[in-house]
């Protein structure tokens, strides 16, 4: 691979291993799915070129997740955020409830994936699903980790745990046990009988990409919140002002601009890789050998100057009137191409959920330390470590 003149923000590492920030470069690279293949599935094994029965299967996943069938899910999900609070806060006294790492964010993306993936709650399913995310953890994004062929004890509970789930799927999908017009109705009607499995495939990895890194986005919200008070109080004001009626995004601008700015600053998935399916030339200039790695950073994209006026300043403005050097093609918290993420509608109003629930809920939120101190846990998802904060009940 040459770094070549004209794409400054590419590194390479070794002869076919690079490293590119470049936006026009990235988002060739995005696009480019018949030169290029994702380099693991979410097993972390290596794969290649997913071929059209893939985009096939993801199709389905469409109408499901647009804005207009997960408009419902802002009331919805902020609805049982107020359940939630109701049941962790302290009964009588001051009813505030404390909200420690990543456990009631996780529990509340996961309830929301199978809400808009299955239509309805499944807790079997998000338990299997769980129990499999936090053993993938000690491989997916540790580059000291064997290869999946290998049968450490690690590989041999995530094989064990992966058929649980996957049985867990298949019991929903013949028991039917699936809302009309959700995700899986649609795999289950428009797909011959001998993909259900990789339908059960598909919907797991859907699964697991929606609440590793959706809980994520959420606590970056909080944190971004309550450092700005100026934004904290406008979006109290939004969730005072829409009180219980139905909620489309259009009605909750700040809270948008809130969910929009965290995800450009912390992108949850911040790394993508690509893996060269033959030799390829991009863009006439940057050549990449077969089996050659490119891994692209939509967080550092997000941060460039050339991309972003106030680059690494929290303006939530620029979500509601767009600012003359912001480029929003230079938006990657979702991917972009024939790859990007299909839940990206539906998770930017299930994020959104999650703040209205809160803030209808609270009168007052505060973080329990200094946020100083909070870390930025890169092994998976961009997550905030060690972030706390209490929300009093109104
Ligand atoms: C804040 C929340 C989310 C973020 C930041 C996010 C981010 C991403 C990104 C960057 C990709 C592209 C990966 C690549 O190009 O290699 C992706 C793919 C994917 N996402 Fe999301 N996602 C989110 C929520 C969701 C939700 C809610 C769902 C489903 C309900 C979902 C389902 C998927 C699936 C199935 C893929 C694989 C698509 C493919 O490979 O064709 N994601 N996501």
């Not at 002869?15 to 696009?31: G, K, Q, W």
């Not at 700040?254 to 690509?274: C, G, K, Y």
């Not at 490119?294 to 050339?306: A, D, E, I, K, W």
């Not at 990206?344 to 946020?371: E, H, K, M, P, Y």
Request: charged share 20%; glycine share 6%.
């Amino acid at each position: 691979m040459k770094n070549q003149a004209d794409f400054g923000n590419v590194y390479l590492f070794v002869e076919n291993v690079a490293f590119c920030f470049d936006l026009y470069l990235t988002r060739e690279i995005l696009a480019d799915t018949k030169n290029f293949g994702v380099t693991q599935n979410f097993l972390a094994e290596s794969v290649s070129d997913p071929g059209e029965e893939w985009f096939a299967m993801r199709r389905n996943l469409h109408r499901p997740l647009s804005p207009s069938s997960s408009d419902a899910q802002i009331t919805r999900v902020s609805d049982y955020v107020k359940l939630g609070l109701d049941s962790l806060a302290r009964p009588g006294g001051s009813c505030t409830c404390d909200i420690s790492g990543q456990a009631f964010v996780a529990g509340v993306a996961m309830r929301s994936a199978s809400e808009l993936l299955f239509g309805q709650a499944q807790p079997r399913l998000e338990l299997a699903c769980h129990k499999l995310l936090s053993i993938l953890g000690r491989v997916t994004g540790n580059a000291l980790a064997l290869p999946s062929v290998v049968p450490t004890p690690a590989r041999l509970t995530i094989g064990y745990r992966h058929k649980a789930a996957l049985s867990e799927v298949r019991r929903v999908m013949d028991k039917g046990e699936y809302a009309p017009g959700s995700a899986c109705d649609a795999l289950v009607k428009n797909l011959p009988e001998d993909s259900k499995g990789r339908s059960s495939e598909m919907l797991i990895g859907a699964m697991l990409a929606a609440y590793r890194v959706s809980a994520a986005a959420m606590s970056w919200c909080i944190f971004y919140l309550l450092q700005n008070v100026e934004w904290l109080a406008k979006s109290y004001r939004e969730a005072e002002a829409v009180g219980d009626n139905e909620v489309s995004l259009d009605d909750i601008p700040s809270i948008h601009a809130v969910v929009m700015e965290s995800l450009r600053l912390r992108p949850p998935t911040w790394l993508l890789d690509r893996v060269a399916l033959r030799d390829v030339v991009v863009c006439n200039r940057f050549s990449v050998p077969r089996g050659g790695t490119v891994t692209m950073s939509p967080f550092l994209v997000q941060r460039g100057t050339v991309n972003f006026v106030r680059p690494h300043e929290f303006v939530p403005e620029r979500w509601i009137s767009k600012f003359p050097g912001d480029n929003n093609q230079a938006f990657l918290a979702f991917g972009a191409g024939k790859r990007t993420c299909p839940g990206r509608n539906a998770t930017v109003r299930v994020i959104a959920g999650f703040l209205l629930g809160i803030l209808q809920w609270s009168s007052n939120i505060s973080a329990r330390v200094d946020l100083q101190s909070v870390r930025v846990l890169t092994q998976n998802a961009q997550t905030p470590e060690g972030l706390s904060y209490r929300v009093v009940k109104r």
